[in-house]
């Protein structure tokens, strides 16, 4: 069975452009999660999507946002990006939150 | 709310030296918990979890038990290798179903 993927594996990116990193969910798996991991500063909790609609957000501007497609995959967009938005983005997919599986993640890189 | 503490890193062991990462944990209820494992360069991976009171979880020689009255989730090894080198991190479902996770303690393992 295919475990959580995303999309790029490395983004670089130059101050205020937009970023988009996509995720796939595990099959069957209606939830998807982001979270943000910057150098030195841990697992920041980002979004939580659950059938196709945002169920919570972390304390985050507004410049991050997403959205969850029919099939469950989901998109983290990131606007007007600034130097500290350099980090690790990582998805994870669950189902009914009992387990959450991790993708291999997302580096973003802003100049 | 919900909350987890985990020991401060890092921490450096000879290989087959004996492991343990202390976390202890804040929660309304009886959560189920989990141990991570982000390698260098990679996501996260469950390494194990326990459900309820008293279960012990275990996988790859990696231990933690469940102690109610001590609300504790330390993570053990009896005999490391240079290829456990990696971050841990313990980490329980909040209130809202995302994943509250400990600041990580980073793990190096030399010959």
């Known amino acids: 069975e295919a475990g959580v993927t995303q999309s790029p594996t490395h983004l670089i990116k130059t101050r205020g452009q937009q970023a988009t990193l996509r995720c796939s969910p595990i099959?069957?798996?209606?939830?998807v999660y982001w979270y943000q991991q910057a150098l030195g500063l841990g697992l920041q909790f980002l979004l939580w999507?659950?059938?196709?609609?945002?169920?919570n957000r972390g304390n985050f501007p507004p410049r991050f946002s997403g959205r969850q497609f029919p099939n469950y995959s989901s998109e983290l967009n990131v606007n007007a990006l600034e130097l500290e938005d350099s980090a690790l983005y990582l998805c994870?997919?669950?189902?009914?939150?009992?387990?959450?599986?991790f993708g291999p993640g997302t580096r973003l890189t802003v100049t | 709310g919900d909350s987890v503490t985990q020991m401060e890193g890092p921490v450096t062991l000879s290989e087959e030296a004996f492991l343990t990462i202390n976390c202890t944990y804040t929660?309304?209820?009886?959560?189920?918990l989990f141990w991570y494992v982000q390698y260098p360069g990679e996501g996260l991976q469950l390494l194990l979890k326990?459900?309820?009171?008293?279960d012990k979880g275990s996988n790859k020689g990696f231990e933690a038990t469940y102690r109610k009255e001590t609300t504790s989730f330390h993570l053990e090894k009896g005999s490391v290798q240079v290829s456990d080198s990696a971050v841990y991190f313990c980490?329980?479902?909040?209130?809202?179903?995302?994943?509250?996770f400990g600041s990580g303690t980073q793990l190096t393992v030399l010959p």
């Open positions: 994870a997919s669950s189902l009914a939150g009992s387990v959450w599986y």
């Open positions: 099959s069957g798996h209606t939830s």
């Open positions: 999507y659950d059938e196709g609609e945002e169920r």
């Open positions: 929660a309304t209820g009886y959560p189920s």
């Open positions: 326990a459900t309820k009171a008293d």
């Open positions: 980490a329980l479902p909040g209130s809202a179903r995302q994943l509250t």
